[in-house]
């Protein structure tokens, strides 16, 4: 069987420093970059927002970052503005071994929907892509990393769990950001999706 390691979002903007930083963010890179040698495949995603993105708070008049609002696919946070296309927050982190991957699968470029999912935007439809790219190389299970574990780890594993890979995501090497009982929530609903939990 085949296996790769996908690495959520290990980007400037969401260490400490960035623009919504994660606690304990950089703390993982190393430990990231030494398991890497254990897969056929590593993949990285990375968050690619346009300027004026519908899920930054600065994109609604009266809003404030980590404030709910409804959007038409449902409840959405809002974020500080974050990992503009291009920008050096929007960067891996310089200690993360970039060349190693095989792949990277950019989201959250489509500036009405966001996409904490490496495999569907937040309206669990539209495709990233990552799905078809990992059937044709016949790849069938997973352990993903990265930051941040309530968010983007916790949709990737999820939607990759009821796409039927084997999903793993080793806690030591995720950071969470936590707000609202978020990190709970998301440990929860990885678990009653089938993700195994390690760490
Ligand atoms: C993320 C919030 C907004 C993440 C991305 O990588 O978890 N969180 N954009
Ligand atoms: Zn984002």
Same mark, same amino acid.
């Given at each position: 069987?085949? !296996?790769?390691?996908?690495?959520?979002? %290990?980007? !400037?903007? +969401? /260490?400490?420093?960035?623009?919504?930083? %994660?606690? &304990?963010?950089?703390?993982?890179?190393?430990?990231?970059?030494?398991?890497?040698?254990?897969?056929?495949?590593?993949?990285?995603?990375?968050?690619?927002? #346009?300027?004026?993105?519908?899920? @930054?708070?600065?994109?609604?008049?009266?809003?404030? #970052?980590?404030?709910?609002?409804?959007?038409?696919?449902? #409840?959405?946070?809002?974020?500080?503005?974050? /990992?503009?296309?291009?920008?050096? &927050?929007?960067? +891996?982190?310089?200690? =993360?071994? $970039?060349?190693?991957?095989?792949?990277?699968?950019?989201?959250?470029?489509?500036?009405?929907?966001?996409?904490?999912?490496?495999?569907?935007?937040?309206?669990?439809?539209? #495709?990233?892509?990552?799905?078809?790219?990992?059937? %044709?190389?016949?790849?069938?299970?997973?352990?993903?990393?990265?930051?941040?574990?309530? @968010? /983007?780890? !916790? @949709? $990737?594993?999820?939607?990759?769990?009821?796409?039927?890979?084997?999903?793993? %995501?080793?806690?030591?090497? /995720?950071?969470?950001?936590?707000? &609202?009982?978020?990190?709970?929530?998301?440990?929860?609903?990885?678990?009653?999706? &089938?993700?195994? =939990?390690?760490?």
């Amino acid at each position: 069987m085949t !296996n790769a390691l996908i690495v959520i979002d %290990v980007q !400037n903007d +969401f /260490c400490p420093g960035g623009a919504l930083a %994660v606690s &304990g963010g950089d703390e993982i890179v190393a430990g990231i970059n030494a398991r890497m040698a254990d897969f056929d495949a590593v993949i990285l995603t990375q968050d690619w927002h #346009p300027a004026g993105h519908s899920s @930054f708070a600065s994109s609604h008049p009266g809003k404030a #970052p980590m404030e709910m609002i409804d959007m038409a696919y449902g #409840p959405q946070v809002l974020w500080p503005d974050h /990992c503009l296309q291009g920008s050096a &927050g929007a960067a +891996f982190h310089d200690g =993360l071994d $970039t060349d190693r991957a095989d792949m990277i699968v950019r989201k959250g470029y489509n500036p009405q929907i966001d996409s904490y999912s490496g495999f569907f935007e937040n309206d669990q439809t539209t #495709p990233t892509g990552l799905h078809g790219y990992l059937q %044709v190389r016949g790849i069938e299970t997973l352990t993903l990393v990265g930051l941040a574990t309530d @968010f /983007c780890v !916790n @949709f $990737t594993a999820v939607d990759a769990a009821k796409l039927g890979y084997a999903v793993t %995501v080793d806690t030591t090497l /995720c950071r969470a950001i936590d707000i &609202g009982g978020s990190l709970a929530a998301a440990t929860d609903g990885m678990r009653a999706a &089938g993700v195994i =939990l390690e760490g």
